[in-house]
Nanobody, 134 residues
Framework: QVQLVEYGGGSVQAGGSLRLSCAAS?????????TGWFRQAPGKGREVVAA????????YYADSVKGRFTISQDNAKNTLYLQMNSLKPEDTAMYYC??????????????????????????WGQGTRVTVSS
């Protein structure tokens, strides 16, 4: 099992920056295949923002955040980060971190299946809210 807790959400004006953190406990972070950040705006479905392989650090970004957001990790601290710059009102959402821990029996509820990036997320944090005003 792995427990995930997000930090760093808040309210910011358009053009501003925020840094989200996700602290993992329980099974070590290194046991995960990949982690990622997702968001869900009011009335919309959950979407991937960025993802990263735990080993090797290969990343994936949604087109809407490329060039503005950066995902990173500190495996020694079992922590995942999302640096968000040049924020826009459309970035307003609840942001969640998630992990792909294949050793667990918990079923995955979100999948990234691309030719260059495959993750199946089965553990989720409770979320942190980001509000961007114009």
């Amino acid at each position: 099992q792995v427990q995930l807790v997000e930090y760093g959400g808040g309210s910011v004006q358009a053009g501003g920056s925020l840094r989200l953190s996700c602290a993992a406990s329980g099974d070590t972070y290194s046991s995960t295949i990949c982690t990622g950040w997702f968001r869900q705006a009011p009335g919309k479905g959950r979407e991937v923002v960025a993802a990263i392989y735990t080993s090797g650090g290969t990343t994936y970004y949604a087109d809407s955040v490329k060039g503005r957001f950066t995902i990173s990790q500190d495996n020694a601290k079992n922590t995942l980060y999302l640096q968000m710059n040049s924020l826009k009102p459309e970035d307003t959402a609840m942001y969640y971190c998630a992990a792909d821990l294949p050793a667990a029996t918990k079923k995955a509820t979100f999948f990234i299946r691309r030719s260059d990036f495959v993750c199946e997320y089965n553990f989720w944090g409770q979320g942190t809210r980001v509000t961007v005003s114009s």
